[in-house]
């Protein structure tokens, strides 16, 4: 393994190099950093969700493609069923089910994730990869000063390391056809994707307006449901987003 390459394992999986691994460190780093300064503790959950807690969110309606179902290697039925994490932030809503939050819950988790895609690029599309999620429940005001500090803490980070960048309006298939917030979301995007020059996506800004409140039951002082948003570093990414940025400067 030559600095700066990636080694494929197969089927998604992919070796991280020590130069690459210090590249994944350093922008994580960076996050952290303006985690700290905002006030957001780390959190840490498990990565194994129960399809039950997943369902609630319609998670098997909007991504049944990205699904890694675990099985037991013994022919034994399973005691639960259970589902590997494909983005950091679940564990964060699930572990608050029913419970009631201020106006300004911050916190931050890095989680290994697993998506299955029709076809895979070290670095840039993996089937596991890192995520590292600076979380907000709170609010409708809160988060959305919150996404749009997000916004600037992506630029600010992406600058300091040499990348560039810009928002680009994407969508994550949360909301059904009926619910009014799919035709918000339309009018007024709730994911805006921090994209280089290659099309790559390497961090991201999302609201999910007041979904995981309503699907998990989380509840402000006032009884209203929390609304939730998440600025979103694809770590790996990163490192092909530099590593090109490097070798096209040098």
Known sequence: MT???????????TSLSAEQFRIVEAVDAQVLEWAARI???????????????LSRIDYFDSFP??????????????EDELVLTSAACYGAYFSRLGSTVGDRTLL???????????????????????????VMIGSQAEVQAFLDEGRAAISAI????????????AADPFFRKNDQRLLHQKLFPTKQEFTDASGLAIASVN?????????CDITLADGTHAFTGCVAFGLERWVDTLTRSSHESA
């Open 3 to 13: 600095p700066g390459q990636a080694v494929a394992a197969g089927r998604g999986l």
């Open 39 to 53: 006030g957001a503790p780390a959190e840490r959950h498990a990565e194994l969700l129960t399809v039950e807690d």
């Open 65 to 78: 493609q990205l699904a890694h179902r675990v099985t037991p290697w013994l022919d034994e039925p399973a």
């Open 108 to 134: 931050t988790v890095r989680q290994t994730c697993r998506r299955r895609e029709v076809e895979y690029t070290p670095l840039r599309r993996q089937r596991e990869f890192q995520m590292r999620e600076v």
């Open 158 to 169: 992406a600058a300091s390391l040499g990348a560039t960048g810009e928002f680009l309006v």
């Open 207 to 215: 609201s999910h307006r007041n979904f995981f409140g309503e699907r």
